[in-house]
Each structure stands twice: as C-alpha cells, then as structure tokens.
C-alpha cells in the first residue's frame, strides 16, 4: 500500500471524548483532516457543537453530543447515537480527563473519587460499551490518554499531581493488558503520553512557561501540530502492528 494511504482515516468513524477543547480538539482536527467521520462529546454540548462546527468547516463529517462518561446512561446514549449515525466505529480515543495538583494529604476524597470516576471509569465504561461493537465487527483501534506523569513525578516547582498521575498510570496499564487480551478480536490498544501542551488542563501554570520551558530538551511546549499526527499515526492503518504501546510526547522530558 502507498505509504500517504496508510496513514488515511477516509470512511473510519472515530468517536473523541471530551473533544470540543485542548487535546481532543487537536486530534479532532487531524482526524478531520486525515479524512475521518467524527463524533465529539463533551459535557458542555454548547462547547461541543462550537468545535463540531469548526471541524466541519474543514470538510469533515461530525456530530457533536453531550455525555459524561462517568455516566453510564451517558455513555450508552453516546454509543447508540454513534451507531445510529454511522453504523460502526473503528477508532475510540479515551480523552476525557480531569486534572488535580495538591499534596495527596490535602486532596479531598470527593475530589479523589471525582479524578477516578472520570479518568478511569470513563474509560472503562466508554472501552466496555464501544468495544463491544468493535469485537462484533473484529477490527478497532482503541486510544487511551496517559501522561508521563505515568512514568515520572511532575517537578514540584511546576506542579504536584499524585492523584492526577495514579489515574494515568491506571490507564497505562490498562492500555497494555486490554492490547493483550484483545488482540485476538484485531483490535489494537495504544496509548498517548502528553508532555505540556497549552490547554484547559494547564491553564493554572500560565505563569510558569519558562520554568516549563527550562525542564523540557527540545526548550519549548508542545502544540498542535506536535500532537495531531501522533494521534492520526495510531488511528491509521500505519500502526497495525503496533498494540500494547504508550507513546510519549513530551519533547524529551522523560529523557
């Protein structure tokens, strides 16, 4: 197959959770662009049809609809409407998240359930209920967003995320035993590691660019086009044999 080919989305269905901003908004337009059907979800449906808009104005096909993924009656209204909409879908990105910096000590616990239930039982219940489509139709690609707090403390001077990083390092795993598991329905089972990237998660470290800046090798944050891509490459045919994998994107900080 010609190489541009492999990395085409055209005639796949992707479904990108909390994807009207940040992130998921990048990979919604790389998607788009790549040639993908997209469905965004978020739990600001306001937010939601204002990028769904956006990423049709680049000449894509895409739907926006509401859905907390820690609901499940959320999540199976998500899926049906996908299904509705589009028949199948091959490719899930899990980006819907919630961010938290304190000392674990000071981290309430409602605040604790609040990070899990949304970074972890989201993606349980959206991989559950969107897997089962992709096991009937035996062929799927399932994304999962980590971080490389996964893998690395944060340095306190920028941020302290205990609780944030457990979540992630939850999805770390989880990404590497579904792949193993799920390998036998053709579906494969990556994941993405961000660095600092500007985005409604960062928002709060505004004032600490160059302190980021001065930790990262490549001395820069990370922007759409650093992360669009990345996406697109492990949606697209080009990483059919690659599952079980945590991809990082930091620009060198876990060097």
């Known amino acids: 197959m010609d190489v541009m080919k492999l990395f085409s989305l055209e005639n796949k269905t992707a479904i990108i959770t909390g994807g009207s901003k940040g992130l998921g908004y990048m990979m919604a337009e790389g998607f788009a662009e790549a040639g993908a059907r997209i469905l965004l979800c978020s739990r600001k449906i306001d937010e939601c049809e204002a990028?769904?808009?956006?990423?049709?104005?680049?000449?894509?096909?895409?739907?926006?609809?509401?859905c907390?993924?820690?609901?499940?009656?959320?999540?199976?209204?998500?899926?049906?409407?996908a299904h509705v909409l589009f028949g199948k879908v091959d490719i899930l990105v899990n980006n819907a998240g919630m961010a938290w910096g304190d000392e674990l000590e000071d981290t309430p616990l409602e605040r604790w359930d609040q990070i899990y239930n949304t970074n972890v039982r989201g993606t349980f219940l959206c991989t559950t209920?969107?897997?089962?489509?992709?096991?009937?139709?035996?062929?799927?690609?399932i994304i999962n967003l980590s971080s490389m707090t996964a893998f690395k403390a944060s340095d306190p001077a920028i941020a302290i995320t205990p609780a944030y990083a457990s979540t992630k390092g939850a999805l770390a795993t989880l990404t590497r035993s579904l792949a193993r598991y799920w390998a036998k329905h053709n579906i494969t089972?990556?994941?993405?590691a961000p660095g600092i990237f500007p985005s409604n998660a960062t928002k709060g470290l505004d004032k600490k660019v160059a302190e980021m800046e001065a930790v990262i090798?490549?001395?820069?944050?990370?922007?759409?086009?650093?992360?669009?891509?990345?996406?697109v490459f492990l949606?697209?045919?080009a990483a059919d044999y690659i599952t079980g994998h945590i991809l990082v994107v930091d620009g060198g900080m876990l060097t």
């Open 68 to 81: 907390d993924v820690a609901n499940p009656d959320d999540v199976k209204a998500m899926a049906e409407r």
């Open 129 to 141: 209920e969107i897997g089962r489509n992709m096991i009937e139709n035996k062929s799927g690609k």
């Open 217 to 231: 090798p490549l001395g820069r944050l990370g922007y759409t086009d650093d992360f669009k891509g990345t996406a």
């Open 189 to 192: 089972v990556n994941g993405i």
């Open 51 to 66: 990028a769904a808009e956006k990423i049709r104005a680049l000449g894509a096909e895409c739907e926006a609809i509401v």
């Open 235 to 237: 949606a697209s045919s």
